[in-house]
């Protein structure tokens, strides 16, 4: 850089370590800055292929090249960043060689600011205490943001005693805290249990003459609602209402969860309806809710929310909605509204979803599909996936097999089992489970008998997944005697 008469002035070095912060690259980060302390910048160091990073969003762009093109780090900085910083004159660069032994220190409160976060964020808490010391020998201005981050970063280490340090300093220096200065104060003591220090928090905020604001509340509801302090949560409710400040949908979750280990059902609902008509339901919320209901067997609460409040022939269900009620189902042993879907295909189909896995809400809908008895709809919807050069996981095999199952097609069922152990992609607890099911149906004992890991579990479950023939039973009741005897 010297070489071309150039070098990063303190606002070029800031925003440096500020983008390398932001994509967590904390040692280079920490590496600029104390090459700009010596003079020793390498941008060597800073050679990071960003192509990753932006490969997200380019999925799903125009292919026009610009979207896929590899851009690094260094060249970034180099073209755009060290703009900012002006050539060094002639005298200035003599200047620079006569101290070069004498590290030159930031003097910009934004720059103390970068690097507390910086080392915060790092978990390197004593660089963050060294470098806020030093603010203070320097006597670099400090705002409101210093004193945040610093009070955070001790509080997250369970040092609430030096948090609370730093809220004086911060008064004694004429910093007046903020809304968040008391948030964080507040979440600090909920986490910590701290019932009647988190309250102090939230009236310190009024006192003070700041307006709470939605992290306030949620991390008081929060706390309340963990507590079953259900006087407290109502009063504040009360209070918020008086306000005009509504109930945000994360808080929500926490009462309604509250309410139903108190058994006030009631309150749940009066609760939801006061909610809807504020503002629409999202459907990821609405989902929290039923599974509250779900995870206790609740299933009649459950359903309430899951056909209520919507014309369900314009407002199509969630396949997340239908895997928790699916659940509750489950959870209640109702295999009969379930559709007889084992408890594991539930979870796989659940956890399926949530990780994005290919096929997992098209396997979902192809499930329902068989559920309700619409099966031409659900072997076109199981070829889809099951067709497809895409490699499969257990679920979608399943799915697949459970679908032509429920048709009838017990043959084809059998196909996929054998594709699927051809693939390596199981089987599992719920293969054996619908298995069971497909040879119950078609009344092939010695099938039922050369299933691996056969059980008397097993087989009530795998029998509950088919409506099956009276005769069809009683040879799985012997057939199960047989391989116990054995």
Same mark, same amino acid.
Request: charged share 25%; proline share 2%.
């Given at each position: 850089?010297?070489?071309?008469?150039?070098?990063?002035?303190?606002?070029?070095?800031?925003?440096?370590?500020?983008?390398?912060?932001?994509?967590?690259?904390?040692?280079?980060?920490?590496?600029?800055?104390?090459?700009?302390?010596?003079?020793?910048?390498?941008?060597?160091?800073?050679?990071?292929?960003?192509?990753?990073?932006?490969?997200?969003?380019?999925?799903?762009?125009?292919?026009?090249?610009?979207?896929?093109?590899?851009?690094?780090?260094?060249?970034?900085?180099? !073209?755009?960043?060290?703009?900012?910083?002006?050539?060094?004159?002639?005298?200035?660069?003599?200047?620079?060689?006569?101290?070069?032994? &004498?590290?030159?220190? @930031?003097?910009?409160?934004?720059?103390?600011?970068?690097?507390?976060?910086?080392?915060?964020?790092?978990?390197?808490?004593?660089?963050?205490?060294?470098?806020?010391?030093?603010?203070?020998?320097?006597?670099?201005?400090?705002? &409101?943001?210093?004193?945040? !981050?610093?009070?955070?970063?001790?509080? *997250?280490?369970?040092?609430?005693?030096?948090?609370?340090?730093?809220?004086?300093?911060?008064?004694?220096?004429?910093?007046?805290?903020?809304?968040?200065?008391?948030?964080?104060?507040? *979440?600090?003591?909920?986490?910590?249990?701290?019932?009647?220090?988190?309250? *102090?928090?939230?009236?310190?905020?009024?006192?003070?003459?700041?307006? @709470?604001? &939605?992290?306030?509340?949620?991390?008081?509801?929060?706390?309340l609602c963990k507590k079953n302090m259900v006087q407290d949560v109502e009063d504040l409710i009360d209070e918020m209402e008086r306000d005009s400040v509504g109930v945000d949908e994360h808080s929500l979750s926490g009462i309604v969860e509250m309410y139903v280990c108190e058994g006030n059902i009631d309150k749940v609902y009066h609760l939801l309806k006061k909610f809807h008509i504020n503002r629409e339901m999202s459907l990821k919320i609405r989902a929290t809710f039923m599974d509250v209901f779900a995870e206790r067997g609740l299933c009649e609460e459950a359903e309430n929310l899951f056909y209520g409040g919507r014309d369900l022939t314009v407002c199509k269900k969630d396949v997340l909605e239908c895997n928790v009620m699916i659940k509750a189902y489950g959870k209640a042993g109702l295999y009969d509204k379930k559709g007889g879907i084992p408890n594991e295909a539930v979870a796989q189909l659940e956890s399926s979803y949530q990780e994005g896995k290919p096929y997992a809400r098209q396997a979902t809908f192809t499930t329902l599909y068989s559920l309700v008895g619409m099966h031409t709809l659900a072997l076109e919807s199981a070829r889809t996936f099951i067709e497809s050069e895409v490699e499969l996981d257990s679920f979608a095999y399943n799915v697949a097999s459970y679908a032509y199952g429920s048709a009838g097609n017990i043959n084809k069922a059998l196909n996929i089992y054998m594709k699927m152990r051809d693939k390596h992609a199981g089987p599992d607890l719920a293969t054996y489970i619908y298995l069971v099911g497909c040879y119950g149906k078609a009344g092939m004992v010695e099938g039922v008998k050369r299933v691996p890991e056969a059980d008397k579990k097993l087989y009530e479950d795998g029998y509950k997944c088919h409506s099956v023939q009276k005769e069809h039973e009683i040879c799985i009741g012997r057939s199960s005697n047989q391989v116990d005897e054995n």
């Open positions: 850089m010297r070489v071309r008469g150039f070098f990063p002035d303190e606002v070029t070095m800031c925003t440096t370590v500020k983008v390398l912060k932001d994509v967590g690259e904390f040692d280079k980060a920490h590496r600029f800055y104390k090459g700009w302390c010596d003079e020793s910048v390498e941008l060597d160091d800073l050679d990071l292929d960003l192509e990753s990073s932006f490969r997200g969003n380019a999925s799903g762009r125009s292919t026009n090249g610009s979207a896929s093109m590899s851009i690094s780090f260094m060249q970034f900085l180099s !073209t755009e960043l060290f703009k900012i910083g002006g050539r060094v004159s002639a005298s200035s660069d003599r200047a620079h060689s006569n101290l070069r032994n &004498v590290p030159q220190k @930031p003097r910009l409160s934004t720059t103390y600011n970068v690097l507390i976060d910086l080392y915060g964020k790092a978990r390197q808490l004593s660089d963050a205490s060294e470098v806020f010391e030093q603010m203070l020998k320097e006597g670099v201005a400090m705002d &409101v943001w210093t004193f945040n !981050t610093m009070i955070f970063i001790c509080g *997250s280490r369970g040092d609430l005693v030096e948090a609370e340090a730093l809220l004086g300093i911060m008064e004694e220096k004429g910093v007046a805290p903020d809304t968040k200065t008391y948030n964080i104060f507040l *979440s600090l003591y909920a986490e910590a249990r701290d019932v009647d220090v988190a309250a *102090s928090c939230y009236r310190r905020v009024r006192e003070a003459g700041l307006c @709470p604001d &939605v992290v306030t509340y949620r991390a008081l509801l929060g706390m």
